[in-house]
Nanobody, 115 residues
Framework: QVQLVESGGGLVQPGGSLRLSCQAS????????MAWYRQAPGKERDLVAI???????KYKDSVKGRFTVTTNDGKNIAYLQMNNLKPEDTAVYYC?????????WGRGTQVTVSS
């Protein structure tokens, strides 16, 4: 199994930046992909960004050029650097991994973009 803990959320003004972190523990050797999702109130959970172990990253269209997903060398921490944040980025952000043993989710961290 894989356990995930997100951190780095908070309140930021429009145009500001935040960096989210996702610490994975357990069977991290089995991780194939790490991803960030978000869910705004009353909306479905959407994929924001995903990165595979070879470093290939993909993004939701609305965050391209503003968000960057990376991992550490050990591939057990994922980061989501979010720049030029907009009010519509407000959501609970969840970390998820796809591994040999299945998909796992963190509990989420709140990001609020407001003046």
């Amino acid at each position: 199994q894989v356990q995930l803990v997100e951190s780095g959320g908070g309140l930021v003004q429009p145009g500001g930046s935040l960096r989210l972190s996702c610490q994975a523990s357990g069977s991290t050797f089995a991780i194939d992909e790490m991803a960030w999702y978000r869910q705004a109130p009353g909306k479905e959970r959407d994929l924001v960004a995903i990165i595979s172990t070879d470093g290939t990253a993909k993004y939701k269209d609305s965050v391209k050029g503003r968000f960057t997903v990376t991992t550490n060398d050990g591939k057990n921490i994922a980061y989501l650097q979010m720049n030029n944040l907009k009010p519509e980025d407000t959501a609970v952000y969840y970390c998820s991994v796809r591994s040999t043993y299945g998909d796992y989710w963190g509990r989420g961290t709140q990001v609020t973009v407001s003046s």
